[in-house]
């Protein structure tokens, strides 16, 4: 289960933990028939190139950096969300931290991925103004740009025709020396849920400790003070870099 998924569940227990009604539409997402989530695409459908494609505490100051990110939009996009500049942000620096040991590859591509994937030199990555780079992100969850809708139903009718569920993976190409994997949960709702345990609502919303995955990041909730943390899983070494980078450090405070 997403976050997405998570949240709805959270949700609906802090309202059974109020003793409240679930609305009708909750009774039916959460009746619905778990065989057919995804409507699959007829028999006509053969596999094409959309299932080859590839593509902490945060920044104090989340104004200022989509201010830095929005100034002067590119063509390619006429809106950029602040988890677009954070995202951009965050990238270009990892790139900045991993530089060294991979700049005399100039082919050599990098991995960014939500459901949708994009690939850059980390050379070009390091030497992009921030705001093409976070607006390259949000063009690829543009309808014109990607059909997510489709990408998603036939990767859902690859599987379902398929006895082996292993064959297809959107990690599967996933360098993790330097590829960038990423999830935003900023607009999860955790802080407005108190489950009636008779105190306030959370002060802190994190994800515990799991197995690591070098290369992954996760936006977390807002709090209600508007601060972002982020949890990102990397190298020693590369924090390093990161925790002496002064564009970094600029925006962002490290909590451990």
Known sequence: MDMTGQDFIFGLLSKACHNEPFSSEELAIGNMDRSHPIPLLDDSYTPGPELARQI??????????????????????????????????????????????????????????????????????????LRIVAAELRSQLDPKNNDLIFNTRALATVLSRSDDKTKASFTAMVNFSSDFMLSSWSRISSYDLDSNLGSATPEAVRRPHFTPVKGLEYLMPRSAAGEMPVGICLRDEDWERLKVDGEFMKYAKYIG
């Open 56 to 129: 902490v505490k945060p920044p104090p100051s989340l104004g200022s950096l989509k201010a830095l990110a929005t100034n002067t939009l590119s063509v390619s996009t006429d809106f950029i969300s602040t988890d677009d500049a954070v995202n951009a942000f965050i990238w270009k620096s990892i790139a900045r931290a991993r530089d060294s040991p991979f700049l005399d590859s100039p082919g050599l591509s990098k991995l960014m991925q939500t459901l949708t994937y994009k690939t850059d030199t980390i050379k070009k990555l390091c030497e992009e103004r």
